[in-house]
């Protein structure tokens, strides 16, 4: 009897698992997607590269019906960054997994500035490097400088009275302004705005001398006559200004400057969020009209997420780490 009951049960129970797991087997393949609006963080001012980055992403995405929920776009740029570093860090529960942020190279040197925020941005989530961000040299046309000789002249000719307008303190602009006074003996004076729309702004109305925007927040002008660059913080000509000169062919090494424009998510993510965030700018990334903005943009680099970003932020965290204790900021 107990044999003839074996024989019996195991197909039974064969049967029984192999119906259960059929119908278990499509919850267990559906991906994680977000059941409610994404807040879209953006560390900068409107009108700046990282504001202007962020919102036509948001275009791609919605156009090409990325995402099931929207991404909602929230500058808070207040402390150079620190507002949306705190605001992330603060991010609670299920709203892990429904908080993103474009980020800059305040992402390092904030948080080593200002060491009382108690931020460590190995803590964030690494979702997707979408490029590299380059710098030129900017004047108002009506300067009449022509070249970077004649801005060392000028600029030095007017010593502290020279203005050189950037986005907040100790971040990128203010430390191309520390590179360009110590290579040719300056002493220009910088004074940090929110974000770099009102940079670009401040040169092109003449209340800056100078300014070391992206090709991004200044092209506008540049479209219409009003500024002009006279050198490129790259180690090549960008392509989209192959008259101007880089300054390592002006011997001057040592000042190829990047800003990397990232994706990050809040610390605490869940894994499924992580890859659903990494597959959805990926695919921005890959769209015509990304690839497109980037060449229109003067944006370089690949695409980075995961493990290999992670490692990207720890390098980069370090070499700011030494580029602030150059210049005595930290």
Not at 6 to 20: A, E, H
Not at 212 to 221: D, M, Q, T
Request: hydrophobic share 40%; aromatic share 10%.
């Amino acid at each position: 009897m107990k044999e003839l009951l074996g024989i019996r049960s195991k197909p039974v129970l064969c049967t029984l698992l192999v119906s259960m797991s059929m119908l278990l087997a499509p919850l267990a393949a559906q991906a994680w997607e977000p059941n409610k609006p994404i807040d879209f963080v953006i560390m900068a001012g409107k009108g700046g590269g990282a504001d202007k980055m962020a919102r036509f992403m948001q275009s791609i995405v919605e156009k090409h019906k990325l995402s099931s929920k929207p991404l909602i776009p929230i500058n808070k740029p207040g402390g150079s960054g620190a507002e949306a570093l705190i605001y992330m860090k603060q991010v609670k529960g299920s709203n892990r997994d429904h908080t993103i942020m474009v980020t800059l190279n305040s992402f390092y040197t904030t948080p080593l500035r200002q060491p009382d925020l108690h931020i460590d941005v190995l803590k964030f989530t690494p979702v997707a490097r979408m490029a590299e961000d380059t710098f030129l040299l900017w004047v108002h046309k009506d300067s009449g400088i022509k070249n970077v000789d004649d801005f060392v002249k000028a600029a030095k000719a007017k010593g502290n009275d020279w203005i050189m307008a950037g986005t907040g303190k100790a971040q990128e602009d203010q430390l191309l302004t520390e590179f360009l006074n110590k290579a040719y003996g300056l002493n220009m004076r910088y004074v940090p705005f929110k974000g770099g729309g009102d940079v670009a702004k401040q040169l092109a109305g003449k209340h800056a001398d100078s300014t070391v925007n992206n090709p991004s927040e200044a092209i506008g002008f540049y479209q219409a006559g009003t500024v002009v660059p006279l050198a490129a913080f790259t180690p090549k000509r960008l392509a989209l200004f192959p008259d101007v000169p880089t300054f390592d062919e002006l011997g001057k090494t040592g000042m190829d400057y990047f800003m990397q424009r990232s994706v990050v998510g809040a610390p605490g993510m869940s894994k499924k969020a992580e890859e659903y965030y990494a597959a959805l700018f990926k695919k921005v990334y890959d769209s015509a009209e990304w690839q497109k903005y980037m060449k229109d943009k003067a944006l370089q680099g690949d695409f980075l997420g995961g493990k290999p970003l992670m490692e990207y932020w720890k390098k980069e965290r370090e070499s700011h780490r030494k580029i602030l204790k150059e210049i005595g900021e930290i």
